[in-house]
């Protein structure tokens, strides 16, 4: 049989079969030393082939991983040796920040979209609980916002505490499959449950909010959305790690720094302390936002020289 991962503990797996049938299924023992590098050799969106172990309980067991069309990982916070895969076969992915309760960093959001650059998949961010946002909070979101549509990437802004900007949301998810990613805390779990009748995903309150998050979710979760399409809940992350990027090709993925490039002195220009590069000048004349430039020197600073 062949089905789709829609759930993964580690331990066992949810597939939904090609039938329209849910299984609970278990991972033959192989997959365990093939790749040894991803601390999950099976994510959520992966085509698998399968089949029954045990028919009166319903169990079964994962023979193939068939080819990912793509997937999205980052270091593993429990061992920066390894990877971690989020997700595949995504046609986009949706960065749910927050300007507070809980406060998502610009490095944060940098990092997240630097990765899904690499992996070709297009990135949507979304500012939620706009019912928080006070003088100071508006004027935060319209600056972020402008400084990210000035780069290419949509911006949207939700409640759902007041139901705002989620019919627009919606309309982005139409036939798609979605990750949703963000830290813990800022309603991921919650925009899926305004958008989906009869999903009721577990959310807490971060009424005594610690900036460490409850992490309501633990496990990657697709659900399917009436209209066609899939979305995928996540547990909240603490930081993002990039993963599988070397220094020298990090600036490839800045889409605001990716064209400028070529105009660079060396064309191994790092955009540090070359003379004449494209990049230094384009942020002094205000072309490049400092935040950005200042997110690329951080995160290049924080990438090790060779770990892979
Ligand atoms: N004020 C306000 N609160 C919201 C909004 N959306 C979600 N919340 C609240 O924020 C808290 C956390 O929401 P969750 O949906 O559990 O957050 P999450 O991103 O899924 O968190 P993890 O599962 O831990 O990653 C809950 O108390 C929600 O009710 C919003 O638009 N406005
Ligand atoms: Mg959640
Ligand atoms: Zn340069």
Known sequence: MKGIVYKSTGSWYMVKGEDGHVYQARLKGKFKIKDITSTNPI?????????????AENRTM???LLPRRNYV??????????????????????????????????????????????????????????DLHEEHETAVYEERKAIYEKVGYRVLLTSVEEEKGLDVLKETLYGKTTLISGHSGVGKSSIINAILEGVNIRTTEVSNWSGKGMHTTTFAEMYDLPEGGRIIDTPGMREFAIADITKDEFSHFFPEMKLRLNQCQFNNCMHINEPD????????????????????????????????
Not at 43 to 55: I, L, Q, R, T
Not at 84 to 91: V, Y
Not at 277 to 290: S, Y
Request: charged content about 25%.
């Open 73 to 130: 990982n980052r270091i593993s916070p429990a061992n920066r040796r390894q990877h971690h895969i989020i997700a595949s076969n995504l046609d986009q992915s949706l960065l749910i920040a927050t300007i507070k309760e809980p406060r998502t960093s610009t490095g944060f959001i940098d990092r997240f979209l630097v990765t899904c650059e690499a992996f070709h998949i297009p990135a949507i961010i979304v500012f939620n609980k706009s």
């Open 43 to 55: 994510a959520v969106g992966d085509d698998v082939g399968f089949e029954m172990e045990d028919e």
């Open 277 to 308: 590069c494209a990049i230094k000048k384009a942020v002094l004349d205000g072309e490049i936002h400092e935040d950005r430039y200042i997110s690329y020197c951080t995160i290049l600073d924080s990438m090790a020289d060779k770990e892979w």
């Open 62 to 64: 994962i023979t193939d």
